[in-house]
Every structure is written in C-alpha cells, then in structure tokens.
C-alpha cells in the first residue's frame, strides 16, 4: 500500500487529468493503481461468500412495491410501502408510469456521454459546488478513490437550462428529469399516508423541492475485488429513486448482511434518506448502502436525489414531524443534519 501523502499525490493527479476511472481504463490498465486499493482490513472480499451471492427475507432482492394497485388497492399499497420503508429502507417499484423507452433512453444518455472523448468530458469536468451541472470522479473526503465516474445535474428548485445539459443527454434528461418528479411526488403522498398523515404533509414540507440528478459510470474492473465502486453510505436526502441497468451490484446491508438487489427490468428503486428518518421520527429506516466493481460492465445508474441538503450545502436543520412525536415515541435526535 501507498502511504497517504503518495496516495493524496495520485489523486490530486487523477483529479487534474479531468479524465475520470474511463479515462485509466482506455489507456489499457490490467493492475488497478494503488490509490483505488482498499486497504487490507477493509477489504470488500472478506464479507461477500463465495457464491458471490447472500440472501435475506425477501428471496434474494428487496421488497416490490405495484404501483398499479394505488386507484383499487390504496391501504394496500399503503401497507407494502410502510413495511419497507419501516423495515429495509428500499423498495422497488414498478408500474409507476414512466415507459420503458424513456428509462431505456436515460440509461444510454448517460452511457453516450461517459463515453465521449476525455476532450469533451474535460469541459464539464469540475468540484465548484455552484456549478449546475458537472462531471467529476471520486472525492477528496476519501482516503481511497472509488471506481465510479459521475454526471450531476442539479434540475430544481432552480430551473435548470437545458443548454447547460451535454448536448447528448439534453433531451432525454429533461424529460426524465419531468417523469421522475411525478413518481417522486405519488411516492411522497404513499410515505405521508404510511405515517398516519394527510397526503399531501410531505410535499407541504417540500420534500420534493430539491432534485438532483445524477449519472453514475462504474467502468468494468481489473481487480474488483481490491476496490469498490461506491463506499457504504446512508444517502442525505428524503428519498432517492434509483433507474439502474442491467449488470448489478448494489448492496443493502439488512441485519447485518449484503443483500444483492436484483435488476429488475422496468423498474425503480427508493431508498429512504437520512432527512427522512429524522422526520419520520426514526420510523423509516435509512439504510447503508455500496456498489460493488465488477468485471463486468459498465455499469449505469441514474440516480434522482430528493433534498440533497448535503450537495446544496444547506445549513437547514430537520426536526421529527410534531404529530410523531408522543411520549411513546419521544423525538428522534441521534442525527442531525
């Protein structure tokens, strides 16, 4: 292993080359470098079994949540989302109303502009937290980089110009951006509901005022065993719906165990965030999640981010909703945002 004055060296340098995990994969790498290794007692092999593969309750995945159920089956659909967001914090959805074509579409977007010359991805290449929209890999938070490049747009509450967007996911990132808002906002009355609450409490609260959209690369890895592609987290939002592809990877830790959750195709995933938890009054669960590398790949993901108060540098303070609050269930203030 690199010390850590090496290691901050090749980041910075890898941060300056503007050229992203994509850019060291095209120059034909067969041994990761040493600043992507993770170090020995943090290994991500020693707690994935050999089968590559854990299981858990929900028989292999997480829970399924049928949106077409809501118009008949409401309480229903109430109950499948409350017991999930109670529970494992993440659930799929399916038949929330977006196309499979516009899915699909945003998948490939994302992969066309990953995949565009070093040359071009360089100009949107940057760590200005006022910039809208910006490519960038990894972070200096991290004692180690991770194998993941990154598209973020920034879509609301500032209305975004679509001519800031890379020409080659402008539309197709508008659009999205437009039919994730309305799942998320179907998603906010269900989780209001779940609570005990009007429908509308959540979005009162403008909880789907902030939205983030964000393009993730995981290029196929040498050694993926020795690097991950993104390290274990809670997310900093209320929820996040997650559109990913094909290949897997994602991880949800449950009871303490990995859990693998499944593509599934057509669908979506929410997650519960922090800010979430703390208004709920700890009653929905935001859970620690990875990506892993692979061989395989790329890999993509888009990611939709609902109150990213960490990415908007807000110095807001979140508090459990009153109504939640009783002597039973006194407030929630272990987190703090």
Request: proline share 7%; aromatic share 8%.
């Given at each position: 292993?690199?010390?850590?004055?090496?290691l901050l060296q090749q980041i910075k340098a890898f941060d300056e080359s503007k050229a992203g995990v994509k850019g060291i994969?095209?120059?034909?790498?067969?041994?990761?470098?040493?600043?992507?290794?993770?170090?020995?007692?943090?290994?991500?092999?020693?707690?994935?079994?050999?089968?590559?593969?854990?299981?858990?309750?929900?028989?292999?995945?997480?829970?399924?949540?049928?949106?077409?159920?809501?118009?008949?089956?409401?309480?229903?659909?109430?109950?499948?989302?409350?017991?999930?967001?109670?529970?494992?914090?993440?659930?799929?959805?399916?038949?929330?109303?977006?196309?499979?074509?516009?899915?699909?579409?945003?998948?490939?977007?994302?992969?066309?502009?990953?995949?565009?010359?070093?040359?071009?991805?360089?100009?949107?290449?940057?760590?200005?937290?006022?910039?809208?929209?910006?490519?960038?890999?990894?972070?200096?938070?991290?004692?180690?980089?991770?194998?993941?490049?990154?598209?973020?747009?920034?879509?609301?509450?500032?209305?975004?110009?679509?001519?800031?967007?890379?020409?080659?996911?402008?539309?197709?990132?508008?659009?999205?951006?437009?039919?994730?808002?309305?799942?998320?906002?179907?998603?906010?009355?269900?989780?209001?509901?779940?609570?005990?609450?009007?429908?509308?409490?959540?979005?009162?609260?403008?909880?789907?005022?902030?939205?983030?959209?964000?393009?993730?690369?995981?290029?196929?890895?040498?050694?993926?065993?020795?690097?991950?592609?993104?390290?274990?987290?809670?997310?900093?939002?209320?929820?996040?719906?997650?559109?990913?592809?094909?290949?897997?990877?994602?991880?949800?830790?449950?009871?303490?165990?990995?859990?693998?959750?499944?593509?599934?195709?057509?669908?979506?995933?929410?997650?519960?965030?922090?800010?979430?938890?703390?208004?709920?009054?700890?009653?929905?669960?935001?859970?620690?999640?990875?990506?892993?590398?692979?061989?395989?790949?790329?890999?993509?993901?888009?990611?939709?981010?609902?109150?990213?108060?960490?990415?908007?540098?807000?110095?807001?303070?979140?508090?459990?909703?009153?109504?939640?609050?009783?002597?039973?269930?006194?407030?929630?203030?272990?987190?703090?945002?």
């Amino acid at each position: 292993m690199a010390d850590s004055q090496d290691l901050l060296q090749q980041i910075k340098a890898f941060d300056e080359s503007k050229a992203g995990v994509k850019g060291i994969i095209d120059d034909g790498i067969t041994k990761i470098p040493s600043m992507f290794i993770r170090p020995p007692d943090d290994t991500v092999a020693k707690d994935i079994p050999s089968s590559g593969r854990t299981t858990d309750p929900y028989g292999g995945s997480i829970p399924v949540v049928d949106l077409a159920d809501v118009a008949e089956k409401p309480a229903k659909v109430i109950q499948d989302v409350r017991q999930a967001a109670e529970s494992v914090g993440f659930f799929h959805v399916v038949n929330h109303g977006i196309p499979n074509r516009v899915l699909e579409e945003m998948v490939e977007g994302a992969r066309v502009f990953h995949e565009l010359p070093r040359e071009v991805k360089a100009n949107y290449y940057s760590r200005d937290p006022m910039k809208k929209v910006k490519f960038l890999s990894g972070s200096y938070k991290l004692s180690q980089a991770t194998w993941r490049d990154s598209l973020f747009c920034d879509m609301a509450p500032e209305p975004l110009d679509p001519q800031e967007l890379p020409e080659v996911c402008r539309d197709i990132t508008m659009e999205y951006s437009d039919q994730i808002h309305k799942v998320g906002v179907t998603l906010f009355e269900l989780l209001s509901q779940a609570l005990g609450l009007k429908f509308d409490h959540l979005t009162r609260l403008d909880c789907a005022k902030e939205r983030l959209i964000t393009s993730h690369y995981y290029p196929p890895c040498p050694e993926p065993e020795r690097t991950i592609g993104t390290v274990e987290h809670t997310d900093g939002t209320f929820i996040t719906i997650l559109l990913q592809d094909h290949i897997g990877g994602l991880q949800v830790l449950v009871e303490n165990k990995w859990i693998d959750v499944l593509p599934l195709r057509g669908a979506l995933i929410v997650n519960i965030g922090d800010l979430l938890q703390i208004i709920s009054n700890d009653k929905f669960k935001s859970v620690i999640h990875r990506v892993l590398s692979k061989k395989e790949g790329p890999r993509i993901s888009v990611g939709c981010f609902f109150g990213n108060i960490l990415l908007q540098n807000s110095s807001s303070k979140y508090e459990p909703i009153e109504e939640l609050i009783s002597k039973k269930l006194p407030a929630f203030t272990e987190q703090s945002l």
